[in-house]
């Protein structure tokens, strides 16, 4: 049965999956392959709910497998139940032992619910099992960050980049704390790191200008931003950035071409223009065209 789930996962046939596993189920109610493989199909789906159902069943039928409770964990941090993950996590600690991936889950379940002391306790603990799983570190450098201890994050955050560097997520929280920090040259290296990794991510773009404004260097601020939007003409999310430039340098007419065209491509995102320059939202002239946009987005 596994090996004809990773078949209907490599063809990303999920719903002929359900089908399958369903028609296993009615000849064997019993079987614990069939009820965690339909709970996997459910998960492709995103019908969380169902997966959980299923997953439920699986731990009935073998309550010494911890792989049920430990997707359904997943299941239930995905809908953003974070104590009935905990919960879940936890009992597949009782049927597997420690893992550290586990104990990791934990933590980032404790932080979605800003109990950060028991968060850093389990990331410990993972960290116990595994010094090098950078997960733990970056998720011990978020707490202290979430609680605006940037100094002591920065050991972590650092470490977690180390250990794992082509993780982009990291590179960002980093870069953030450096900024927090005001060690703003360490800051943009990251971020120049980062880009060399991961030279079409355009959110590295946006933050590396982002701390040459920091720097007030508006001048390469913006030429960052123009070679981005050169390369990636159609971004919602350079065009809203670059405008937001444009407007603070005087440049009205070509910042309202780039809002103009960032509006058409994305509307939903418009409080990106926010980000970088909030006194923009007193522009009654700005406003307008994005009432203007709003209303041809409703219809």
Not at 108 to 126: G, L, P, T, V, Y
Not at 129 to 141: D, E, I, L, R, T
Not at 203 to 222: C, I, K, R, S
């Amino acid at each position: 049965l596994y090996e004809i789930a990773y078949c209907y996962e490599l063809l990303e046939t999920p719903v002929e999956a359900i089908e399958f596993f369903n028609a296993v189920i009615d000849e064997d109610p019993y079987s614990y392959a069939a009820w965690l493989n339909l709970a996997g199909a459910y998960e492709r789906t995103k019908n969380f709910e169902k997966a959980i159902w299923a997953y439920d069943y699986a731990t009935l039928v073998d309550e010494n497998n911890g792989q049920a409770f430990f997707n359904k964990g997943g299941c239930y941090e995905e809908i953003g139940e974070y104590q009935e993950a905990i919960n879940a996590y936890r009992e597949s600690v009782k049927s597997d032992g420690p893992d550290a991936m586990i104990y990791a889950r934990i933590g980032f379940c404790f932080r979605e619910i800003d109990q950060f002391i028991k968060a850093r306790s389990n990331f410990k603990m993972a960290l116990k099992y595994n010094p090098k799983f950078a997960m733990a570190w970056h998720g011990m450098g978020l707490c202290f960050k979430d609680e605006g201890l940037h100094a002591e994050a920065l050991t972590f955050l650092q470490r977690a980049v180390s250990l794992s560097p082509k993780e982009i997520e990291f590179y960002f929280d980093l870069a953030d704390n450096l900024v927090e920090l005001k060690r703003l040259d360490e800051a943009k290296k990251i971020l120049e790191d980062l880009i060399c990794i991961s030279p079409n991510n355009a959110d590295g773009w946006t933050e590396l200008a982002w701390v040459f404004l920091q720097m007030d260097d508006m001048e390469n601020a913006h030429e960052i931003l123009e070679s981005a939007l050169e390369a990636n003409p159609n971004n919602f999310r350079i065009l809203y950035r670059i405008a937001a430039y444009e407007f603070i340098m005087g440049r009205t007419e070509i910042g309202f071409q780039h809002l103009v065209k960032a509006l058409t491509i994305n509307y939903d995102e418009h409080e990106l223009l926010w980000d970088h320059a909030p006194f923009l939202q007193e522009v009654e002239q700005i406003q307008n065209i994005i009432e203007l946009y709003a209303k041809n987005n409703s219809k």
